[in-house]
């Protein structure tokens, strides 16, 4: 199986920084990778598919790249709204649609 | 309106049953391959099961695998899970979610779960 790694576990960040979170797929998964966020209490939200692709309504300031094994979640000019947990998910594998593990952004 | 809406969960007994159900509208629910995921409160996803569009191919985590069958009924747009020998690591919130994720322009949202809790 296809696993998936996430760093950092947790950051903490301000309004206005730049935010980049890693995910890296245990072997090649092309760009079939999605990214989430989930705030508290709710259902986790997609933010990005196929590696880079922002999904309608999803703010310019979220942007996704890479392929193969390794991609990144950028977040420019953090908003409050963005505090949340982040996750990936490779969907290479059907036999699998592994997630990382995730990553907590909160407020320094 | 597109919508994914869960049910079925409740509080059940280690060793016992359950059947999860999982209602599709505003969309072609019989195009779609279906995915079932679970969290456990605190912790983070677990995909658990995959069915293709007709129900011909199906896949499920090492975790549930020979205690749980995943279903579909397209005419009923409709996705099942049903569980059996739940322990308590098997308590966590249930979503179905979609694959491909989205309808046209816009992603399929994931319904609000539902919560299963094992316990005596």
């Known amino acids: 199986d296809i696993q998936m790694t996430q760093s950092p576990s947790s950051l903490s960040a301000s309004v206005g920084d730049t935010l980049i979170i890693t995910c890296r797929a245990s072997q090649s998964i092309g760009n079939w990778l999605a990214w989430y966020q989930q705030k508290p209490g709710k259902a986790p939200k997609l933010l990005i598919d196929k590696a880079s692709t922002l999904q309608s309504g999803v703010p310019s300031r979220f942007s996704g790249s890479g392929s193969g094994t390794d991609f990144t979640l950028t977040i420019s000019c953090l908003q409050a709204d963005d505090f949340a947990t982040y996750y990936c998910q490779q969907y290479h594998s059907y036999s699998s649609f592994t997630f990382g593990p995730g990553t907590k952004v909160d407020i320094k | 309106e597109v919508q994914l809406v869960e049910s079925g969960g409740g509080l059940v007994q280690p060793g016992g049953s359950l059947r999860l159900s999982c209602a599709a509208s505003g969309f072609t629910f019989s195009s779609y391959e279906m995915n079932w995921v679970r969290q456990a409160p605190g912790k983070g996803l677990e995909w658990v099961s995959y069915?293709?569009?007709?129900?011909?191919?199906?896949y499920y985590a090492d975790s549930v695998k020979g205690r749980f069958t995943i279903s579909r009924d397209n005419a009923k747009n409709s996705l099942y899970l049903q569980m059996k020998y739940l322990g308590a690591d098997d308590t966590a919130f249930y979503y179905c979610t979609t694959y491909p994720f989205t309808y046209g322009d816009y992603a399929i949202n994931w319904g609000q779960g539902t919560l299963v809790t094992v316990s005596s």
């Open positions: 069915i293709s569009s007709s129900g011909s191919t199906i």
